[in-house]
């Protein structure tokens, strides 16, 4: 029903070394405190042990947005109503029953209100376990260079983050109901596993965070053997594909068999998938350069 984000800053203390995974209480000392809400706003998560407000991190300017109940746009809100929501933050987030986190609507940002936005969901993080215990949100070759050489317990080296992640955590918005996603498997079983959700996101991440939501997610799962594959591979929508990648409809392949008809082109139309004995490097990147887009995953 509601979320919160916005630019964020890691205030000194709160954290050894990456306040993504390794909170700490600066008043008792307490690495990964055990933490409880009392009131809103950013100094509301305090320390079980000490009652010390524990914010690793801090929204330095965000905005709190509702969506509308077909779930198709959303609204940015002033204070009154951000505050209002952070009071019943557990019930607007609708976080499921088993969930144990404090939801990002208790800090009740208000700083950009009346913007109108769509909603487009789609998973942040979906894949299969790393062959080395690591955060799921550093599962990947961007954010996973944050542990490398870490002063604390979730630290590993630049070897073993290239050997051991599956980079579960794309942030792709592309990944979402219709596509299709191969995945490495590094440990037995493959440990599948996503979160991450997003009601909204651009290429990039430019601000760093979006629209984290609560959702459902419903898989079909098929084993593909012997492709060693080690990273994942994703096939969109044809929809999100860059406009000149997209197939070609009927009307197009006629105009083509026409052209090819009047130059003898006998080898008809142009189509990637009569090229596949012929994708050498420089044929690749001729095509690449013809059709494809670059999209950055995060911009850190």
Not at 96 to 106: A, G
Not at 236 to 254: G, T
Request: aromatic share 6%; glycine share 8%; net charge negative.
């Amino acid at each position: 029903m509601a979320t919160a984000s916005g630019h964020d800053s890691s205030p000194e203390g709160f954290c050894p070394g990456d306040p993504y995974v390794a909170a700490r209480c600066p008043n008792c000392d307490t690495v990964w405190p055990e933490t409880h809400v009392e009131g809103i706003v950013q100094d509301a998560v305090k320390c079980n042990i000490c009652g010390n407000p524990v914010t690793p991190l801090r929204i330095v300017h965000g905005y709190t947005v509702t969506f509308d109940e077909t779930r198709a746009v959303g609204l940015t809100l002033p204070k009154p109503a951000a505050e209002k929501i952070a009071r019943a933050a557990d019930h607007y987030a609708a976080l499921p029953d088993d969930s144990h986190q404090h939801s990002i609507l208790v800090y009740a940002p208000s700083d950009m209100p009346g913007a109108l936005v769509r909603m487009r969901p789609f998973v942040g993080q979906l894949g299969t376990c790393p062959s080395k215990a690591m955060p799921d949100s550093h599962n990947a070759g961007d954010v996973g260079a944050f542990p490398v050489g870490a002063p604390h317990a979730c630290a590993i080296t630049a070897e073993e983050l290239a050997q051991r992640k599956t980079d579960g955590h794309m942030d792709i918005d592309a990944v979402r109901p219709g596509a299709i996603l191969i995945c490495p498997v590094k440990v037995p079983g493959a440990g599948l596993y996503m979160g991450d959700m997003y009601a909204g996101q651009g290429d990039g991440v430019i601000a760093g965070h979006t629209m984290d939501v609560a959702g459902s997610v419903t898989l079909q799962v098929e084993v593909v053997k012997d492709d060693p594959i080690d990273g994942p591979v994703l096939f969109p929508l044809v929809k999100d594909l860059p406009p000149l990648a997209r197939p070609f409809s009927a009307e197009e392949k006629a105009k083509g068999a026409r052209l090819a008809a009047q130059f003898s082109c006998l080898a008809g139309l142009i189509v990637l998938a009569a090229l596949a004995e012929q994708i050498t490097q420089w044929n690749a990147a001729l095509l690449a350069g013809y059709a494809a887009d670059s999209t950055l995953q995060k911009l850190r």
